[in-house]
């Protein structure tokens, strides 16, 4: 079982919801979007290790920053879609 850590947000239309969720074993945080009349969920962040994340208000883009144990800290500019804008 998977535990949501943080709720970061919704998109600008409140359609879509944007959270942290901790892996099984506890260790990876990773960002997931949910769609709130479905429940439909889709992972955000792929990269495996602990993500922290922000996304803005209107919902379009993320700030992610994340590290495991071969890769020092890394942040990232992505669409709440994960296409990369800036590394």
């Known amino acids: 079982k998977s535990d949501v850590t943080e709720v970061l947000g919704f998109n600008q239309t409140k359609t879509t919801v944007y959270y ?3 892996s099984e074993d506890g260790l ?3 960002l997931f ?3 709130v009349a479905t429940g439909k ?4 962040t792929r990269n495996k ?3 922290t994340c922000s996304v803005s208000s209107d919902g379009v883009y993320v700030l992610d ?3 495991n ?3 020092p800290r890394r942040t990232t500019l ?4 994960g296409v990369v804008i800036l590394k």
Request: charged fraction near 20%; charge should be negative; glycine fraction near 4%.
């Open 65 to 67: 920053s994340y590290s």
């Open 78 to 81: 992505m669409k709440t879609d």
């Open 69 to 71: 144990i071969t890769t």
């Open 28 to 30: 990876e945080r990773q």
């Open 49 to 51: 290790g602990v993500h």
């Open 41 to 44: 969920i889709t992972q955000i």
């Open 33 to 35: 979007a949910a769609e």
């Open 20 to 22: 942290m969720q901790a």
